[in-house]
């Protein structure tokens, strides 16, 4: 995959980019990153990227130019899979990574100040937002979206890092987990999960799950139930 992030703070992005599993990705060469600063697209003799909004109001709008010079120079910008990162967009979710990692090329514009003129978006395919609340710049908002969608790309993750049971991948929260010691402070490891009974380990984990998720995240439990019910289980 092939990834171009557009942003003014190319600095907020890059060294994150460099860690973990996406900085190993970018390392085998799975994956390409570009951080394009589109300040240095703009027509303005200082660079200049926003301007004031026309009808007056406080703050000010990213201009069209600048990211519009910025997206064209992108080698295969037509065909890559244009995302507009803002508050106003589609709530993002584990469904919207596992669709964006199948993409080849993918394209993530962030956004600061007020945001962006409106016009900007006709060139973009959709418009995310990593969840109800403002920050000061698309780049965490950006990160957020290369961090989940990378991870779910074929031959990214090894075998023990495997995302199968991952939180939402089902559709339920993951069950608990436990390592050494088998006991801290009177606490306890569950017994079963030292008996090596593997069908006992996985029905425990499952009813936990379920558990969880119930106590926890009724609106997706619900969710579950029903899918369940219409596939007849
Ligand atoms: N005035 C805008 C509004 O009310 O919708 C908010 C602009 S915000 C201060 C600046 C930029 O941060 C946005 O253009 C967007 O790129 C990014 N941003 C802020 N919150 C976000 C969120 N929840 N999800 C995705 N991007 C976000």
Sequence with gaps: MRIDVLTIFPDMVKPVLGQSIV???VYEKKLTIHVIDFREY???KHKK???TPYGGGAGMVLRVEPVINALR????YEKAHKVIMTPQGKPYAQTDAARLSTHDHLI???GHYEGFDERIHAYFDEEISIGDYVLTGGEVAALVLIESTVRLIPGILNKDESHQDDSFSDGLLEYPH???PREFE???VPEVL???NHQAIENWRRTEALKRTKTRRPDLYARHQKAQKKHGK
């Design 42 to 44: 703009s027509p303005n």
């Design 186 to 188: 009177g606490k306890r």
């Design 49 to 51: 990227v926003d301007d």
């Design 23 to 25: 900085g190993r990705a």
């Design 73 to 76: 120079a992108i080698d295969g």
């Design 194 to 196: 030292m008996s090596g």
């Design 108 to 110: 993530i514009l962030c």
């Design 178 to 180: 436990y390592t050494r």
